[in-house]
């Protein structure tokens, strides 16, 4: 169950990212969410998640990439979404998807449809749908986003700007990570805002404001072999942070649980809170039975929306 709760309190939703990838994704990360389209489509519980989950900018990025005649359940690898800080302290957002997708047939359906691009910083930037621009890093790698999220993301490529490879505490994040079929890395900031969704009632307790400062960053994976399996670590900065948030969670479990169906209670009693040393850890796991069912439960749809 926290799991959806964190899904749904983030904005947006594998494999190893590509270096063409992180070298778009300027340093200043506060997520990124990577998503294997190839494995979720192996799994009917990957596949219902997502149709229940997906956030607005991941549809908006999927809808982009079918107006240039790329199918996101048959031409995509995976997609990765990148939100991250402006100079004017605001927050834009890249998408980044690799896949099979035929280079040639894109440009060749472009020129038929009169769309050029214009070059930036020595690469051709198209129009897509939805206000948003695209360009090709390579044959199997396209960036899309605002004009101003992709010129961000050109400026890390070509060094005007520092990119994802110098930010080592996302990167060692991202490697504990990285072999889910969803995963994603929150900065100390992007954390603060996805526990307090996660925590509901519990973040207006005191002790959440005392520790929220001591949050350095936080990771998930999902992977759907069996079910679901998901495992979150929040990393802070002492082991007394981690032990007072595992209480305050488990205490956000127990306000749940007063209103919960019966499916919804075996979803909560599924999920496991603990700290160890300086993490936070938390743990859910449900057969694809009990999954369908928590998917339509009234919970589950007032988190999600």
Partial sequence: ???FMLLAGVPGFASPLGTNTRSVIPSQVQQIINVDYRRMKNSDSAMAMKSKLMPPNM???????KGVGIDPDKDLDQITVASFRTKDNGIDMVGIAQGTFSLKKIKARMFRQKIKG?????????PMAGAMSMVFLDDWTMMFGDEKAVQAGLDARDDSSQSLNSNGDVGDMIASVDRGTVWSVLDAAGTQT????????????????????????????????????????????????????ATLLK???LFKKISASATEKSALDDTTVDSDSTRLVVHFKADDASF??????????????
């Fill in 1 to 3: 169950m926290i799991a």
């Fill in 59 to 65: 549809k908006k990025f999927e809808d982009a990439l």
């Fill in 118 to 126: 214009k070059k930036v910083n020595g690469s051709f930037v198209y």
């Fill in 194 to 245: 996805m526990l307090k969704t996660v925590l509901g009632s519990a973040s207006g307790l005191n002790e959440f404001d005392t520790v929220k400062k001591q949050l350095l960053g936080s990771r998930y994976m999902m992977d759907f072999d069996r079910g679901i399996d998901f495992n979150l670590n929040v990393v802070t900065a002492d082991n007394v942070t981690a032990s007072t948030l």
């Fill in 251 to 253: 205490a956000g479990i």
């Fill in 292 to 305: 369908q069912e928590l998917l339509n439960s009234p919970m589950f749809a007032a988190v999600t929306h």
